[in-house]
Every structure is written in C-alpha cells, then in structure tokens.
C-alpha cells in the first residue's frame, strides 16, 4: 500500500542549511507536498512539486526528486530558529481523489 | 478572509459521552477531509466526503462518523468516544478532489477522552 516515511528529528545550527528527507512508496503520485506545522498550528502548504521536475527553488527552500529511487527531500538555506516546526512529506493517492498520504513528520530544531 | 474553522479547539471529554466536532469553509470548496494526527503517525485520513451529501471512508473510519448537509461545513461526530481516539484532528478542504489541488487546514482540535 502508500505509505511515506521520513525520519523524526533534525537539528541544526542558525545559519545552517538544513535538508529533510522523505521516501514515498507510490510510484503513479503525480504531486508531492510539503507541509510545515508550528507548534500549537494546523499545516501550512510550504511548496510542492510535479513528478515530472526533479527541482524546484523557491526563495530559501529547494526540492529535490529523485523518482527512480522515490526520494524526496527539502533543503532550507540559511535556516533560522523561525524555521523549528515539523515538516510533513505527503504524496498524493493515485486512486482517483484528493486524499494526501503523510509522512510521520521531521521535527526541526534550530539552535544558536 | 478564506479559512477552515473548527469547534472546538480543545476538548477533554469521557468514555462514551457523544460528541461533535464542527468544521466551516467559506472558500465554496466541493472536497473536505478529515485527518488525525498521532506522534511517529503523521496525519491518518478518516473520513472525506466529494460534494454534498457524498460521504466516504478514509483509512481510519471506524468510531466516526461525518455528514455533509451543506457544502460549507463537515462535522465529525463520535457517537461513543474511547480512549484510542485521543488524538489531534484537522479538517481540511479543496476546491475539487483531484490531486492538484491545495488543501487548506484548518487550526485543529485536541480531544482528549479518558
């Protein structure tokens, strides 16, 4: 069946790029989402990606997919302690509607 | 402003006390969802539900049930909560249930039943 894994904690020093990575098991997914949630928030869209890209930048952050071996990974230049949160990696079921399968989360630690 | 709202955010309840936990769009989105979320989990589809009236199962159904009389809004009712249903629940909606579409969370609700 999907499922999604990625592991549970990071931590980083300010300034630091941080990279965050994800395996997916659903090779039809045509979009691959992540999510940031802050303490005590629901999940924010941070950036998302085609299957058919092997990149994408947006401002800080960069996606990376690599679709041969269904990784995924998100990098964040030059992170700041505004960054700590969990990021979720999600894939979109392939079945036919809008259901998205979730990572367990990375919870990232920023430290001075 | 467009946004997902729950009722309520917090909620300490007993085992087998019915309850109902509300969820409005005002983004005249067709799809909404619900999700829960447990430590080492991630988030679990319970329940979704395509348009009005149109209602089905997720991956995590049993001990819910959701209605869609309205398209602005899709509660979550728990007719006999237990223990294992401790967890933090998020709905979320699109404009269309096709894969594309940004789902739009809202804040969450912590239940907690003893």
């Given amino acids: 069946g999907e499922d999604v894994e990625q592991s549970l904690f990071l931590s980083v020093r300010e300034g630091d790029s941080s990279v965050i990575n994800c395996t997916y098991t659903d090779s039809s997914s045509t979009y691959l989402y992540w999510y940031k949630q802050e303490p005590g928030a629901g999940l924010q869209l941070l950036t998302y990606i085609f299957s058919n890209m092997d990149m994408k930048q947006d401002q800080r952050l960069t996606v990376l997919l690599n679709k041969k071996d269904k990784h995924l990974s998100l990098r964040i230049a030059d992170t700041q302690t505004g960054d700590s949160a969990i990021y979720f990696c999600a894939e979109v079921f392939s079945g036919g509607y809008n259901k998205l399968i979730f990572g367990a989360g990375t919870r990232l630690a920023v430290h001075p | ?114």
């Fill in chain 2, 1 to 114: 402003e467009a946004q997902v709202t729950q009722n309520p955010r917090y909620l300490i309840t007993v085992t087998g006390k019915k309850l109902t936990v509300t969820c409005s769009q005002n983004m005249n989105h067709e799809y909404m969802s619900w999700y829960r979320q447990d430590p080492g989990l991630g988030l679990r589809q319970i329940y979704y539900s395509m348009n009005v009236e149109v209602t089905d199962k997720g991956d995590v159904p049993e001990g819910y049930k959701v209605s869609r009389k309205e398209k602005r809004n899709f509660p979550l009712i728990l007719e006999s909560p237990s223990p294992n249903q401790t967890s933090l629940y998020f709905c979320a909606s699109s404009s269309e249930g096709q894969g594309m579409d940004e789902q739009y969370f809202g804040p969450g609700t912590r239940l907690t039943v003893t």
